[in-house]
């Protein structure tokens, strides 16, 4: 069997996920497998870095997969002529038998994208989430500040059934705004991060720069463990994964 | 009567392009005299400062009606309200009567963005044009350098039976290219713009850096005064009417 690992970027709006599901039409596991398989004529399954929700987008989405041939080299060309455009193969390289998308990767960074047109900008509706209303970034930068480090972050997991550890670390969260359309990017590295963590962690943020809460309530939620203490989950078209890194 | 300026961006994706044209649906100026009539319960008729054809987007497209009731401040917000997502209005401004967005445009300011990415970028597909091909930058801006100044567009026209004058002025054409996003932004500005006399320009440019024509070959079209002697029109969804200037 020969082992291949593959960079994919998705404009995610139309799909139902990253996640083949039952019979979920329309996921982006789904899609790629059916058209690998099909250009191999053998059945091959994928393995993503981690899922994304119906709507969040993919910079660099990693995945692997083995299968019985050894692919010509521009495999990746060739694939993207198969996939819809909005599915992109970036790079498609062989790698050892023992990568593992997912039990690998050792960093994963993610931005999260707010347009502060008070109009909403028209070229943004699918690729950001529109708040209108002034937001102190200020404030917001501060509240991020609490999250940076090692925590137990159940209080900001959508997952009420997690049996397995909520602990994670957070490496960096940077703050970018581009006056030129109005977009604040919000970028996340950290070791891994729970399901629907990142869009949580947003939506705090956000009620922050909007004086809902303050600061001090990230704390309090850290340490209450309880979903109820941290705020709104934030929409998913302005999510991309931006990034997957592997120690190499 | 009160007369008002408006300003307004759109993604042109959806439309029919600007111009309302007998039972065409879906145009820009239809759908925004529509909307404009209905709430103000008068007919409406509003003034482009020029057409965009279908799927050329607008970022500062400017336009002016006359109504017989005095609008509230916040117009351009209600406005937002009763309009589809991807046309928004940026602001709406009372005016001299005497105000006309496509008599009084002084200077106009067009940009065409080409995606140069190898493999097609999936949050661009509807705004930049997919030149997966290297092209030759320095060969591109030295071809533009010939358009500047007055100069007959004809060749550099889709309209054969225009009757008018073809001569305008370019002031500028300049190049920008975002390393992050493999994406290149040409900017045209001039007294005014022939009927797909920016997109030709552009085709003609995209063909001197794929090495398809020389850089001279543009003043040769340019005396020729041949519409076949220029290159190719490039597609629509690259290009963004930019801006439009008034003395004030």
Redesign the interface.
Known sequence: MYSYKCIT???GTKYNGWQKQGNTPNTLQGKLEDTISRMLNENVEITGSGRTDAGV?ALNQVFNFKCSKQLEDNF?DEL?GYLP??????SCESCSDRFHARLNATEKVYQYRIDTSA?????M?D?AHHVPETLDIEAMKKGASYFIGTHDFKSFCSNKKMKKSSVRTVYDISFDYSEANSLLSITFRGNGFLYNMVRIMVGTLIEIGLHKRDTESITAALEGKDRALAGHTAPPNGLFLADVLYKE
């Open positions: 970027t998705y404009n987008h990746a993207n455009k909005d599915i992109r193969i970036i109009y909403g900008n028209p070229f509706r690729t």
